[in-house]
Each structure stands twice: as structure tokens, then as C-alpha cells.
């Protein structure tokens, strides 16, 4: 779980970069690319994030030394809820994952192959 957020986090720093090199043409309509990564963010991976940074990272600093961070991760009591929340973040993701392959011109097939 602590690579998902951190892969997470990381794609705050990433749209930001694309958003401002890309200049304010990538946000001209509704459904632009600009509009939905700021959705994708703000709707979909910021809840996520800031419901649960803070308490993997209070669970990770009373690991035991004996325990791996993997092995720590998984013997939480939170990790199942945090896994179920992962996983309705994902389907919810998917509309927009939808939108941006239509955005970027990707059909069904292609999408398959």
C-alpha cells in the first residue's frame, strides 16, 4: 500500500509538470485532457490519499525490527478497509479512464490488443 500512495502522490508533481507545459489550450472544453486530470486528481485520488497517508504512515512507524514493511503493511488492522477503498478507486477511476482513451482517440479494439 505504501507504493500505491507514493505512485499516487507522485502523479500530483506529473499532471502539474504536463498541465503547465501543455499550457491553458489543454483545458479549452469541459472534457479536454486538462479538465479531466484535475478531475481524476481532485475527485478520485486526493480522497484516497488523504484518508490514508497519515494512518499507513502512523501504522509504519511502530514496525518492529523484525517485522518486514510488507509483512508490517499486511498485518494492520486497517489493511483490508484500505484494500476495499483501493479497489472502489479503481472502478471509479475507470470513467475517466474511458474518457481520456476517447480523448486520445483509442477504440474498443485497440484498447483489447
Do not use: C
Not at 512507524?61 to 484494500?83: N, S, V, Y
Request: hydrophobic letters at 35%.
Amino acid at each position: 500500500m505504501r507504493g500505491v500512495l507514493d505512485s499516487m502522490y507522485s502523479l500530483f508533481g506529473i499532471t502539474r509538470q504536463v498541465l503547465k507545459d501543455a499550457g491553458p489550450e489543454i483545458a479549452e472544453t469541459h472534457d479536454s485532457l486538462g479538465v479531466l486530470a484535475i478531475q481524476i486528481l481532485n475527485e478520485g485520488i486526493a480522497p484516497f490519499t488523504n484518508t490514508w497517508h497519515h494512518r499507513l504512515a502512523s501504522h509504519e512507524q511502530h514496525r518492529p525490527e523484525d517485522k518486514t514493511p510488507l509483512a508490517h503493511e499486511r498485518d494492520w488492522e486497517l489493511f483490508e478497509e484500505m484494500h476495499n477503498d483501493l479497489t472502489k478507486l479503481q472502478a471509479g477511476v475507470q470513467q475517466y479512464l474511458e474518457a481520456l482513451a476517447k480523448i486520445a482517440g483509442v477504440n474498443e479494439s485497440e484498447k483489447k490488443s
